[in-house]
């Protein structure tokens, strides 16, 4: 007798149903992940922004020490009405030497205007210490003179190299006389910061987000206006001392979406501004803080008293 033929064994592979119920737990698990992954990749980039803020602040120091004052906010002539007419180079461009970058400071011809044709290389380098990782800017933006009561373009004066960081004017307008330790021609000392330098902001940051911004200075006639249109700014124009350096009034914190385009502001997690101290300590000041208490600590010699509790 013949033996029985034996049934086909059963295939081993994964059935539809299977297929379908591994790929969902596979999307479940990723949709759990990518939250963390991607808190520690902006602490990271934060972490790296708080490096850059401290390397400032030790390039600062190293300016002080050698000129007795840290840099003025920009440096610039004016007519009899108080005007800019320039050059306009900024602190962080008169501190290059401080920050190990000799070449970029060399050459620059800090006696000419910004926009002087022969200062085109060394106003558009991009140094990266100057960027936080976690804005994204363009290599170099366009300083614009612009009707000063709707923001209207009228001509382009020349282009300017990205940056993050402004120096803190104080509570009003940049430009000369601040309250602060950069303004216009400004000559300030640790022994002119009577509030104390734990207690003094030298500078911040501003994402383009908000307004743009650049190491090189102020460009003389130039106008600073939201162009991005993503309703994070107030739609006012803002002179140029605004494209280095940063101001505390108007009634918002660090990192509120309704401030000008010449504040702070910032893309870190949980809305704040990471901020260098004039002692050489950065502090992640948030957009809820108290109001009064940011204005003192925009202030060299407010006299107003403020604990670490406060912020």
Not at 39 to 52: I, K, L, Y
Not at 63 to 82: H, V
Not at 95 to 105: A, G, R
Not at 249 to 259: K, T, V
């Amino acid at each position: 007798m013949g033996r029985t033929p034996r049934s086909p064994r059963p295939s081993a592979g994964f059935t539809l149903i299977e297929l379908l119920v591994v790929i969902a737990i596979i999307a479940v698990l990723i949709a759990l992940l990518l939250p963390a992954v991607q808190a520690a990749r902006e602490a990271a980039r934060r972490a790296q922004c708080v490096n850059n803020l401290k390397q400032i602040g030790l390039a600062l120091m190293n300016y002080e020490t050698a000129i007795r004052t840290f840099p003025p906010g920009y440096i610039s002539l004016f007519d009899a009405q108080g005007n800019d007419t320039g050059p306009g180079w900024g602190w962080s461009a008169l501190m290059l030497p401080s920050f190990d970058n000799s070449v970029t400071y060399n050459s620059i011809n800090f006696s000419l205007a910004i926009e002087n044709p022969s200062n085109l290389t060394g106003r558009l380098v991009l140094l990266s210490s100057f960027l936080c990782p976690s804005d994204t800017v363009q290599p170099s933006w366009p300083a614009v003179n612009r009707d000063t009561a709707t923001g209207a373009a009228f001509q382009t004066i020349c282009q300017v190299a990205s940056s993050n960081y402004v120096g803190m004017y104080g509570l009003g307008e940049p430009g000369p006389d601040g309250e602060g330790v950069f303004f216009r021609d400004s000559r300030i000392s640790p022994r002119d910061i009577t509030d104390g330098t734990s207690q003094t902001i030298l500078a911040g940051e501003r994402s383009h987000r908000l307004g743009e911004a650049t190491w090189v200075g102020a460009v003389t006639n130039a106008i600073l206006y939201p162009t991005d249109g993503d309703n994070i700014g107030r739609y006012v124009p803002e002179t140029s001392p605004g494209m280095t350096l940063g101001h505390a009034g108007e009634g918002h914190g660090p990192g509120d979406p309704r401030s000008d385009v010449n504040q702070f502001y910032s893309l870190h997690l949980g809305r704040g501004v990471n901020f260098l101290f004039a002692d050489g300590h950065v502090t992640f000041l948030k957009s809820t803080m108290n109001y009064k208490t940011y204005l003192a600590l925009a202030s060299r010699a407010g006299g107003e008293v403020v604990s670490s509790g406060d912020y």
